[in-house]
Structure formats: structure tokens, C-alpha cells
């Protein structure tokens, strides 16, 4: 209950706080975020580092590259994009105020042979996460977000990610900032915090693992854009654990529930000289 009081709070203080944007942006907002058929498809490719936990729940920093791979229609009104979207964004349908498309993710393999924290815990596999999102803009400065994804290899579980951001541009920079929340299966939360044994009080194999709340935070960007196609984002991230992977000795005590995550990224636009549309 804390994480939805928490979310709650803070989605009401960004939508309290920009009041001023909400006015100064919403003749736009038509043209932002509803692409018109005669607009041509533009591919966002990129790349980014990320200093950032081993693994979640992880209190051992590294860094990490990160490819970004997006496809929108229309490049002046290529939606909001925040730094933790899925690696890989396709829009395929879209209106005045949202958008439906695919998303995916890769997952890092993970064994004591990386980090010796993990010899607790069984190997996981080098995979994927793949599934949909839904985009919905209720103003020019307020972008809602919905994945739900399934493990391809690396588990069987499934995860939905809820964002909320706002953002607002000002000259040629943008600014962005909201809360995040995780909601995992069972099946998730055993294969990356099941130990090897039924450890009592660890989250052993044995155990039964509850599908629910996995994690709550909040993301903050700046994103300065050298032309409309080029940017380069900073961002910083922070996760609390919650539920059941809390219990995991991974976590506690020889990890941490709290962890920042800090990046830097850059992407270029690219026209793709096609308008085809899907007819949604």
C-alpha cells in the first residue's frame, strides 16, 4: 500500500506542478501527438552507458551499454521516449493522444562466475522479454505508459511496467521526470530470486512466490537536441524492491533493495521514406 500512496503522490504533485506548460503547450498538442497518414515512419537508433547495479537487488555497480532502437511516425511528433523505455519501441498504431506497438527487451545472463554474491542462487540464461505497450497522452506535457512483456528464454514470467512522465521543453532542452512501478509474476520472482535450497527465510526454491508489486521508483531526464533528428539524454533512475524478492539472500543481506542507476545516451532519427499506414 506504501507504493501505491507513493505513486499516487507524486503523479499528483507533477500534474499540480506544471500548470503553466499544461497552457502554454496545448495548441500543440494535436500536432505532437497524432501523426498525420501523410507523415513518413522515422527509425531512432542509438546507443547509451549506464552505470548501474550487477543485477537487481545488486549493491555492486557497473557499467553498461545500452542499444536503443525505436520506430515512430512522423519526427515532429515522435512521442515522448524516456531512458528506461524498452530497448526496442515500435508504434504501430496511433491516434490524437496515444499509441499501441511492440516492446522488447534483452536480458542479461547471470551466474556466481560474473559475481560470487550469486552462488546462492541457480544460473539464469541470456534471453529476452517480448510483448506490447499502450501510450496515452491526457495533455501536451503528460505521458502515461503501460508494457506488459514475456520472458523468452531467460524465464517464463511475465512483467508489466507503469510510467508516468512530464516533461517540458524548454529552448533546446528537455526536461522529463515521473514514478515508476513493476508488477511481476511468480514465475519472475522465483527464477531471478529463488536461492538454490529452500533456505528458510531466503526465498528458497521451495517456496511460494507471490505474482504482485516488484519494485517502485522514479526516473528524471534532461535531453539536449542538436538538431530535430540528434540528442543526447543524462538521466538518473532510483528502484526500491518490494514483495517477495526482498526476501532473497541476494538482496538481503548481501544485496540492497535500494539502487540509482545513472546514464548517459544518443540517438539519431533517420527518414525512412515511407508513410504506409495500418489503417487503425
Not at 547471470?110 to 539464469?124: E, Y
Request: hydrophobic share 40%; net charge positive; with cysteine.
Amino acid at each position: 500500500m506504501r507504493c501505491v500512496a507513493y505513486l499516487a503522490g507524486l503523479a499528483t504533485c507533477l500534474v499540480l506542478s506544471l500548470p503553466g506548460q499544461a497552457q502554454a503547450q496545448s495548441r500543440d498538442y494535436s500536432t505532437l501527438t497524432s501523426p498525420q497518414p501523410a507523415q513518413n515512419w522515422y527509425l531512432t537508433l542509438g546507443a547509451g552507458v549506464r552505470y548501474q547495479p550487477d543485477y537487481t537487488g545488486s549493491d555492486d555497480y557497473v557499467f553498461r551499454a545500452r542499444p536503443i532502437i525505436s520506430l515512430g511516425k512522423g519526427l515532429k511528433s515522435t512521442w515522448w521516449s524516456a531512458e528506461d523505455d524498452a530497448m526496442l519501441s515500435i508504434g504501430v498504431f496511433s491516434g490524437q493522444g496515444w499509441r499501441i506497438g511492440f516492446s522488447g527487451d534483452l536480458l542479461w545472463k547471470r551466474s556466481a562466475k560474473v559475481n560470487p554474491a550469486l552462488v546462492a542462487v541457480p544460473a539464469t540464461k541470456f534471453g529476452a522479454e517480448a510483448g506490447g505497450f499502450v501510450e496515452f497522452y491526457p495533455t501536451s506535457w503528460l505521458r502515461g505508459r503501460v508494457d506488459v512483456r514475456r520472458g523468452i528464454v531467460a524465464h517464463d514470467g511475465v512483467v508489466a511496467d507503469f510510467k508516468l512522465d512530464a516533461f517540458s521543453t524548454v529552448g533546446t532542452w528537455t526536461l522529463g521526470i515521473g514514478p515508476r512501478m513493476r508488477i511481476a509474476s511468480a514465475d519472475y520472482i522465483r527464477t531471478y530470486f529463488g536461492t538454490g535450497g529452500a533456505m528458510p527465510g531466503t526465498g528458497g526454491l521451495l517456496q511460494r512466490f507471490n505474482a504482485g508489486v516488484h519494485s517502485y521508483g522514479a526516473l528524471a531526464q534532461v535531453t539536449y537536441n542538436w538538431s530535430d533528428q540528434l540528442k543526447t539524454t543524462a538521466y538518473v533512475e532510483y528502484k526500491r524492491l518490494v514483495g517477495d524478492a526482498t526476501r532473497s539472500a541476494i538482496v538481503r543481506p548481501f544485496g540492497s533493495r535500494d539502487s540509482f542507476t545513472f546514464g548517459l545516451s544518443a540517438s539519431y532519427s533517420f527518414d525512412t521514406g515511407t508513410n504506409y499506414s495500418f489503417g487503425l
